[in-house]
């Protein structure tokens, strides 16, 4: 089994910057491909970000690209997420993943974390 814990959320203003981190615990991730979500109140999860096992690869949604940037420490089993240039859209609770593939879909995505908050004030 695989235990993820993120880190790093907070109460940042707008066009403001916040990494945010997600240790892996139990087996190694190397073998995973992990991706970043997030869920704002009343709204569905969406897909933010996702990095390939080697960091060789990465894939975002339109929405944060170019703000966003997801990177991994496999030495440390750690991903992160630099957010820059933060927007009160970007509120939520987000999320990382381990999962089978490279995807935005939430379905790929075997095991959660519990999930940190961002909030992003005007």
């Known amino acids: 089994q695989v235990q993820l814990v993120e880190s790093g959320g907070g109460l940042v203003q707008a066009g403001g910057s916040l990494r945010l981190s997600c240790a892996s615990s139990?087996?190694?991730?190397?073998?995973?491909?992990m991706g970043w979500f997030r869920q704002a109140p009343g709204k569905e999860r969406e897909f933010v970000a996702a990095?390939?096992?080697?960091?060789?690869?990465?894939y975002y949604a339109d929405s944060v690209k170019g703000r966003f940037t997801i990177s991994r420490d496999n030495a440390k089993d750690t991903v992160f997420l630099q957010m820059n240039f933060l927007r009160p859209e970007d509120t939520a609770v987000y999320y990382c993943?381990?999962?089978?593939?490279?995807?935005?879909?939430?379905?790929?995505?075997?095991?959660w974390g519990q999930g940190t908050q961002v909030t992003v004030s005007s």
């Open positions: 990095i390939s096992w080697s960091g060789g690869s990465t």
């Open positions: 993943a381990a999962g089978r593939s490279l995807s935005g879909n939430d379905h790929e995505y075997w095991y």
């Open positions: 139990g087996r190694t991730f190397r073998s995973y491909p």
